[in-house]
T-cell receptor, first 117, second 112 residues
């Protein structure tokens, strides 16, 4: 199946700093990617939809100025957690749809565990 | 998308079949049943999907009742690596740029 690569796998940062997470579609082009957040023992919660060449759309309750999304190319979307605080510590996951033969599926990155000290 | 109901957790002995149920009594005629799983600290992985006929692939089988109000995901010979949270999602065939909405899923523990 299609491959979605997410980097880094884990990151530890100090409170107040910013962290950038990258999501790449390795063998297909994705005009849209999705960002999810997952707290321990909870399900995935959609944060935002990343659209190539245009502004991301955010789910209710997600601060767009805190979670900056950039989708500058058809294979790369980035999520930047600005001025991170301990409550932002979570597992962040991106996903994308391959428009090819497996277009009925969403493929997911391996996730990024963010720990804010 | 129709709502689904799954048991919170299940255990299965290694080597035995794992049967994971899902209720979706409000499913519409054009909605498919999708199954994904999430192994600890990884992103979700697609397993299988179907409309009304039973489906089988290299990972699992999907049995959908005739009235389509429930389904069962079958892992024929569960291994320890199948320990994961399994999500049953009902939605129209994924053809647009819309995300998947995840419920709470079933936490399957495969026991040696």
């Amino acid at each position: 199946g299609a491959v979605v690569s997410q980097h880094p796998s884990w990151v530890i940062c100090k409170s107040g700093t910013s962290v950038k997470i990258e999501c790449r579609s390795l063998d297909f082009q994705a005009t849209t990617m999705f960002w999810y957040r997952q707290f321990p023992k909870q399900s995935l919660m959609l944060m935002a939809t990343s659209n190539e060449g245009s502004k991301a759309t955010y789910e209710q309750g997600v601060e767009k100025d805190k979670f900056l999304i950039n989708h500058a190319s058809l294979t790369l979307s980035t999520l930047t957690v600005t001025s991170a605080h301990p409550e932002d510590s979570s597992f962040y996951i991106c996903s994308a749809r391959d428009p090819g033969p497996e277009n009925e599926k969403l493929f997911f990155g391996s996730g990024t565990q963010l720990s804010v000290l | 998308d129709a709502k689904t109901t799954q048991p919170t957790s299940m255990d299965c002995a290694e080597g035995r079949a794992a049967n994971l149920p899902c209720n979706h009594s409000t499913i519409s005629g054009n909605e498919y049943v999708y199954w994904y799983r999430q192994i600890h600290s990884q992103g979700p992985q697609y397993i299988i999907h179907g409309l009304k006929n039973n489906e089988t692939n290299e990972m699992a089988s999907l049995i959908i009742t005739e009235d389509r109000k429930s389904s069962t995901l079958i892992l024929p010979h569960a291994t320890l690596r199948d320990t994961a949270v399994y999500y049953c999602i009902v939605r129209v065939l994924y053809s647009g740029n819309t995300p998947l909405v995840f419920g709470k899923g079933t936490r399957l523990s495969v026991i040696a």
